[in-house]
């Protein structure tokens, strides 16, 4: 089976409860799932997934959550070629932030991007401002992101 690892950045908890709630349907799309909620660059690179999700919220002023800012310091200072890798991106965030909305996700996306990973289809940005359970932004976007990835081994 192939591998997704759902790699999870959350403050209060609601990016880890999208990810709980988006693996049974990869799992029912044929997937083993790992959920990561203190992930590390490791477990990007030691044990390579065949896709990678990132779940994350925007914390401050378009800041990265506690448990993913290890992860993206990692990533920053030891630059690995990621040209292996495809991934999809749920950014959670709240408009009334202005220019600094979903900046955690948007600033992930970038620099996974930047060392040669490839997004499979769109960010999906989720506004608080308009959704008070991203869940039910989240289901309906895997739901139809999950039929347009290549098949699973």
């Known amino acids: 089976m192939a591998l997704l690892k759902i790699f999870v950045g959350t403050m209060y908890g609601g990016s880890l409860d999208v990810a709980e709630q988006v693996q049974p349907l990869f799992e029912q799309a044929g997937y083993t799932v790992e959920v990561l909620d203190q992930p590390t660059l490791a477990d990007l690179t030691d044990a390579r997934p065949d896709l990678a999700l990132f779940v994350t919220s925007t914390t401050g002023s378009g800041d990265v959550p506690g448990n993913l800012t290890g992860f993206l310091n990692a990533l920053s200072a030891e630059s690995p070629a ?5 991934y999809g991106l749920i950014a959670l965030g709240d408009s009334s932030y202005g220019e600094t909305y979903c900046g955690a ?3 992930l996306d970038e620099r996974l991007a930047d060392l040669g990973a490839t997004r499979h289809g769109e960010r999906l940005e989720i506004d608080a401002m308009e959704t008070f359970m991203a869940d039910d932004a989240a289901l309906p976007w895997v739901e139809s992101w999950i039929p347009t990835l290549p098949a699973t081994a």
């Open 82 to 86: 990621l040209d292996w890798l495809r």
């Open 105 to 107: 996700g948007r600033h």
